[in-house]
């Protein structure tokens, strides 16, 4: 089965990020496929490069990113969301003259038409924090 998951929560502020997370892994443990993982809303957070959780707390950018490698999984943030709260890649920071992207390897930006098709395409479409 194909899996589409939408991450609303942002990662310090909901378990959604987190039990999104570790859904993945679930679903790639089980040889179930995973489209698209599409972070909107206050989700898109969890793209920034700069985010820098305490020790004691899950580097839930650092998993993201090496489920990414491991999977090859489509990370992908809602580009509207995102410049509302200020996560940039290089080139849209330029494109909107601020001084510097934020946007974490192996996530990409894009519209909400990725999200529709993804929609179309999978099996699921499972959503996580709000």
């Known amino acids: 089965m194909k899996f589409t998951l939408v991450v609303y929560g942002a990662p310090h502020a909901s378990e959604g990020a987190a039990t999104a997370l570790r859904f993945a892994r679930a679903l790639l443990q089980s040889d179930h496929g ?43 943030i809602c580009i509207a969301a995102a410049q509302r709260r200020g996560v940039l890649s290089s080139s849209e920071a330029s494109r909107l003259e601020k001084p510097a992207g934020n946007l974490a390897d192996g996530f990409e ?22």
């Open 34 to 76: 995973i489209y698209r993982v599409f972070f909107y809303g206050d989700g898109v957070h969890g793209g920034s490069a700069l985010s820098a959780p305490p020790q004691d707390e899950q580097n839930l950018l650092g998993q993201w990113q090496e489920l990414q490698s491991a999977h090859d999984l489509d990370l992908t």
């Open 109 to 130: 930006l894009a519209g909400l038409g990725q999200l529709a098709e993804a929609a179309a395409v999978s099996d699921r479409l499972v959503t996580f924090g709000g």
